[in-house]
T-cell receptor
Framework: AQTVTQSQPEMSVQEAETVTLSCTYDTSESDYYLFWYKQPPSRQMILVIRQEAYKQQNATENRFSVNFQKAAKSFSLKISDSQLGDAAMYFCAYRRAKTSGSRLTFGEGTQLTVNP | GAVVSQHPSRVICKSGTSVKIECRSLDFQATTMFWYRQFPKQSLMLMATSNEGSKATYEQGVEKDKFLINHASLTLSTLTVTSAHPEDSSFYIC???????????????FGSGTRLTVV
């Protein structure tokens, strides 16, 4: 079974600084997708960024980028120029590629605080 | 973009009563709906997966008779918490996949969640 681990329950960053959230996963699959979701106090799940395992290039979305290390099964999220609105719970998630409509497996989450 | 409307957002019910939570896909056909439960400051725990027109598949440890899931149409899935007790108090979230990928490649669309309090 696939597992996703986020070893940082809480992180904090100063506004305008950079922070990196860690995620590791375990799978025997070679083709899969990885995601970072943000859950603000409203508790609405918001997709931040996604990565296809077959792509070597790391995904980027504006201030958000990932460091995808397939061999190490590591998928960290870097937030640059942190803003107060980035404060939220962040979840790393995995899904298999081969089955349409397959489930997401979530990590435990990292609570990010942004200090002004 | 794709939207899943979840209602109610908050509900308080008395112990022993039943509560129904609805998730509607507004602009796409959700062939698969996932139901999650989330306790404060914890991750999302998958309760069940439902496919339109067939019985839901429940995760180990989830009581089928307590958490009734119906997915009778491609745009509506419901979760009914039967004979609710205070320990059922939690945040429930639905998530849908769109086979036409309008949610984005490999994407999922989440409802806004329902906070259930059983008193």
């Amino acid at each position: 079974a696939q597992t996703v681990t986020q070893s940082q329950p809480e992180m904090s960053v100063q506004e305008a600084e950079t922070v990196t959230l860690s995620c590791t996963y375990d799978t025997s699959e070679s083709d899969y997708y990885l995601f970072w979701y943000k859950q603000p106090p409203s508790r609405q799940m918001i997709l931040v960024i996604r990565q296809e395992a077959y792509k070597q290039q790391n995904a980027t979305e504006n201030r958000f980028s990932v460091n995808f290390q397939k061999a190490a099964k590591s998928f960290s999220l870097k937030i640059s120029d942190s803003q107060l609105g980035d404060a939220a719970m962040y979840f790393c998630a995995y899904r298999r590629a081969k089955t349409s409509g397959s489930r997401l497996t979530f990590g435990e989450g990292t609570q990010l605080t942004v200090n002004p | 973009g794709a939207v899943v409307s979840q209602h109610p957002s908050r509900v308080i019910c008395k112990s022993g009563t039943s509560v129904k939570i609805e998730c509607r896909s507004l602009d796409f056909q959700a062939t698969t709906m996932f139901w999650y439960r989330q306790f404060p400051k914890q991750s999302l725990m998958l309760m069940a997966t439902s496919n339109e027109g067939s019985k839901a598949t429940y995760e180990q440890g989830v009581e089928k008779d307590k958490f009734l899931i119906n997915h009778a149409s491609l745009t509506l899935s419901t979760l009914t918490v039967t004979s609710a007790h205070p320990e059922d108090s939690s945040f429930y979230i639905c998530s849908a996949t769109d086979p036409l990928l309008r949610t984005g490649p490999y994407g999922y669309t989440f409802g806004s969640g329902t906070r259930l309090t059983v008193v």
